[in-house]
């Protein structure tokens, strides 16, 4: 039987449990000789980490210099509905589902925390402040740099078609780039930059 990290953890506590309840301290708990790592799923999760650390870093770089880097600009996808993430009630609405945000000229107060990321921007001329979990995230890309990589949601949530291109455009005013498509698969995976552009 092949466990993911959580299910080895929690078999790992279940016994501790049975342990401690049934009275029995020698040895400690066991866990059953038919559990085996799953090397895969291991790498996937930490894979998906690493890509999430990148963007972590990456977004900490604008947040000190105060605005992108030369050509540099994002995208940034995420779930409305996944646990911390916090906009404006108007917005929640007219996005149930998942947003794109750009962040290139026209974004202020970038915050980076070790979780989550914070931003000013504008919708139609009204000022709107957001806070994102990077957990929240379900694709980043910099089309600048020919970058981009697509997570797994933190909450189960299905695109609502033709969302991402308005709320991008309007965060963007006028960026000729569009907002990237749904990209499925488990754990991290690199998006091919054509979904960025404008079709």
């Known amino acids: 039987m092949r466990l993911t990290k959580a299910g080895l953890l929690a078999s790992w506590a279940q016994a501790r449990y049975n342990c401690a309840r049934n009275g029995d301290q020698k040895g400690g708990p066991q866990v059953s000789e038919d559990v ?26 604008v947040a000190e210099l105060g ?28 996005y149930p589902e998942r947003m794109t945000i750009v962040l290139q000229h026209q974004f202020e107060g970038l915050t980076v925390d070790d ?28 089309p600048s740099a020919q970058f981009g990589v697509s997570f797994d949601a933190a909450a189960p949530v299905e695109e609502t078609e033709g969302s991402e291109p308005e709320a991008a455009a309007e ?6 780039d569009g907002a990237p498509e749904e990209h499925k698969g488990e754990g991290a995976d690199i998006v091919s930059l054509d979904s960025f552009r404008k079709k």
Do not use: C, S
């Not at 090397?39 to 650390?53: G, H, S, W």
């Not at 050509?71 to 929640?92: C, R, S, Y």
């Not at 965060?171 to 000729?176: D, I, M, Q, R, S």
């Open 171 to 176: 965060a963007a005013e006028g960026e000729e």
């Open 36 to 61: 085996e790592l799953d090397y895969n799923e291991l790498f996937q999760e930490a894979q998906k980490k690493a890509y999430r650390f990148l963007m972590r870093d990456v977004l900490e770089i």
């Open 67 to 94: 605005d992108a880097p030369g050509e540099h600009h994002f995208f940034i996808e995420f779930a409305t509905g996944a646990p911390g993430v916090v906009i404006p009630d108007h917005l929640k609405e007219q």
């Open 115 to 142: 979780d989550k990321l914070g931003v000013t921007l504008w919708f139609k001329g009204k000022e709107a402040r957001l806070e994102v979990p990077f957990n929240a995230v379900t694709q980043f890309a910099d």
